[in-house]
Nanobody
Framework: QVQLVESGGGLVQPGGSLRLSCAASRIIFSVNAMAWYRQAPGKERELVAAISSGGITNYADSVKGRFTISRLQANNTVYLQMNNLKPEDTAVYYC?????????WGKGTLVTVSS
């Protein structure tokens, strides 16, 4: 069974950076498009960034130019490098497949951007 374990969140000041990691056991990235999602308090979960099975990336307009998604098959990990963080980036971040059917969701990792 696929397991997704997100890590790397924390408290950061506006303008700061964080790198999130998603350990994705038993997933072959060459046949699975992966994505990072986030859910802010009181809001629905939204797609933040995705990487196709062929390595093509795309981003939500709100994070374009600031976030970078990448993956490393050797350690079954998907990354999200987040730069120039803003208070509106505060949310719980999750990784999962880009398209249905989704794997079981992990617990996510909390990112708080505040001074």
């Amino acid at each position: 069974q696929v397991q997704l374990v997100e890590s790397g969140g924390g408290l950061v000041q506006p303008g700061g950076s964080l790198r999130l990691s998603c350990a994705a056991s038993r997933i072959i990235f060459s046949v699975n498009a992966m994505a990072w999602y986030r859910q802010a308090p009181g809001k629905e979960r939204e797609l933040v960034a995705a990487i196709s099975s062929g390595g093509i990336t795309n981003y939500a307009d709100s994070v374009k130019g600031r976030f970078t998604i990448s993956r490393l098959q050797a350690n079954n990990t998907v990354y999200l490098q987040m730069n120039n963080l803003k208070p509106e980036d505060t949310a719980v971040y999750y990784c999962n497949r880009r398209n249905n059917p989704m794997f079981s969701w992990g617990k996510g990792t909390l990112v708080t951007v505040s001074s």
